[in-house]
């Protein structure tokens, strides 16, 4: 079974500092897709950033970039420049087709201070 | 842009009593899912629904759990007889094409499911 472990339950950075969550996740599969959700107070689940397993690149979106590192099973989430706004739990989640599904991480409660 | 809807935002139920959650997917969206969060807790997968049945179903998803393309708008999740542990907020969600083929889950708001 596909597992997804985020061992960092709490964090916090200063505004305008750069932060990683990591994210580590089990699966004997060779293609599958990671992915990084917000989720702010309002409890909406929010598409930060993908990854495709087979794509050696690493994802950026703007702010956001990860570093996967496919042979240590490792997908962490990088915040550059951090805002007040990025206050929220991210949740890492994997998804393995043809299996519809989704699973995610138990989550990192992130704070930006100002 | 377009959303996932869900009806009511809050709701409230006596143990032992039907419910039915509502959601309205983004209207060119063919594969839907249910997912709950209990309080505090990780977002966790019930079921994925596709071409009118079931693709997959966790764990979670027991004979007390059902879902229904009723139109061709709705897409419920039927709980048929609550228990306290089912309070948790329920998520539903859609996508255009089978999850990963360029296709981002799109998640709804989520109805609070209260059980008393």
């Known amino acids: 079974a596909q597992t997804v472990t985020q061992s960092q339950p709490e964090m916090s950075v200063q505004e305008a500092e750069t932060v990683t969550l990591s994210c580590t996740y089990d699966t004997s599969e060779s293609n599958y897709y990671l992915f990084w959700y917000k989720q702010p107070p309002s409890r909406q689940m929010i598409l930060v950033i993908r990854q495709e397993a087979y794509k050696q690149q690493n994802a950026t979106e703007n702010r956001f970039s990860v570093n996967f590192q496919k042979a240590a099973k490792s997908f962490s989430l990088k915040i550059s420049d951090s805002q007040l706004g990025d206050t929220a739990m991210y949740f890492c989640?994997?998804?393995?087709?043809?299996?519809?599904?989704?699973?995610f991480g138990a989550g990192t409660r992130l704070t930006v201070k100002p | 842009e377009p959303e996932v809807t869900q009806t009511p935002s809050h709701q409230v139920t006596q143990m032992g009593q039907e419910v039915i959650l509502r959601c309205v997917p983004i209207s060119n969206h063919l594969y839907f899912y249910w997912y709950r969060q209990i309080l505090g807790q990780k977002v966790e997968f019930l079921v994925s629904?596709?071409?009118?049945?079931?693709?997959?179903k966790s764990e979670i998803f027991d004979d007390q759990f059902s879902v229904e393309r009723p139109d061709g708008s709705n897409f419920t999740l039927k709980i048929r007889s609550t228990k306290l542990e089912d309070s948790a907020m329920y998520f539903c969600?859609?996508?255009?094409?089978?999850?990963?083929?360029?296709?981002?889950?799109?998640f709804g708001n989520g109805t609070r499911l209260t059980v008393t």
């Open positions: 629904f596709y071409n009118n049945e079931i693709s997959e």
């Open positions: 989640a994997f998804m393995n087709p043809p299996k519809n599904d989704m699973r």
């Open positions: 969600a859609s996508t255009q094409d089978s999850l990963g083929q360029n296709s981002p889950l799109h």
